[in-house]
């Protein structure tokens, strides 16, 4: 049974510090992997999608990469602002299934 | 573009009560459908998907249930609301099943 573990749960950081989300899977074997950001009593926003045979993905500040061999996935932020301050939650999708299996998310507090 | 609209945004519902929650995407076709549910201190936990209408794939034993009267509406419904139904709901959809979900808005239920 795939498992999803976001380390750490909280985070607290001044402005202009570069930032990296952990994101640890249990099983390999997986499609893709999402990260996603929710801002409090909000929806979740796609941030990046990483396929399997990618290594990673890059959106202005955020980088994503993913080491399948090791069930890990990181989530580098760069020059953070206040603006980022959300939960980060990431996600990953097996072989032959719509289902997504989310970890419990890093709440990310950036202050001035 | 591809907007998905959910309603209501927040409700309080005393136990036993029915429930109607609502979920409509614009702006594409066929989609893959979603319902998660958020509850405090719990990852998202993904409750029913569809491929299309009137396919409806549940992925846990509950008191609810889902349909897709139409092609790009969704709706989660309970005849019989309890206490541990609480939580923030959220609808999602995909192009393919695939790849990136994008999610709505959410609605907070709070049952009494």
């Known amino acids: 049974k795939q498992e999803v573990t976001q380390i750490p749960a909280a985070l607290s950081v001044p402005e202009g510090e570069n930032l990296v989300l952990n994101c640890s899977f249990t099983d390999s074997a997986i499609y893709n992997l999402q990260w996603f950001r929710q801002d409090p009593g909000k929806g979740l926003t796609s941030l990046l999608l990483?396929?399997?045979?990618?290594r990673e993905q890059t959106s202005g500040r955020l980088n994503a990469s993913l080491d399948k061999s090791s069930g890990r996935s990181t989530l580098y932020i760069a020059a953070s602002q206040p603006g980022d301050s959300a939960t980060y939650l990431c996600?990953?999708?097996?072989?032959?299934?719509?289902?997504?299996?989310f970890g419990t998310g890093t709440r990310l507090q950036v202050f001035p | 573009s591809q907007t998905i609209h959910q309603w209501p945004a927040t409700l309080v519902q005393p136990v036993g009560s029915p429930l109607s929650l609502e979920c409509t995407v614009e702006?594409?076709?066929?989609?893959?459908l979603y319902w998660y549910r958020q509850a405090a201190g719990r990852g998202l936990q993904l409750l029913f998907y569809?491929?299309?209408?009137?396919?409806i794939s549940s992925e846990v034993p509950q008191n609810l249930s889902a349909s897709r009267p139409q092609d790009r509406q969704f709706i989660l419904s309970s005849k019989k609301l309890l206490l541990s139904d609480s939580g923030f709901y959220l609808c999602a959809w995909s192009e393919d099943g695939i790849n990136e979900q994008y999610f709505g808005p959410g609605t907070r239920l709070t049952v009494t």
């Open positions: 569809s491929v299309g209408i009137g396919q």
């Open positions: 990483i396929q399997s045979s990618q």
């Open positions: 702006g594409t076709s066929n989609p893959n």
């Open positions: 996600a990953v999708r097996g072989y032959n299934t719509d289902k997504l299996i």
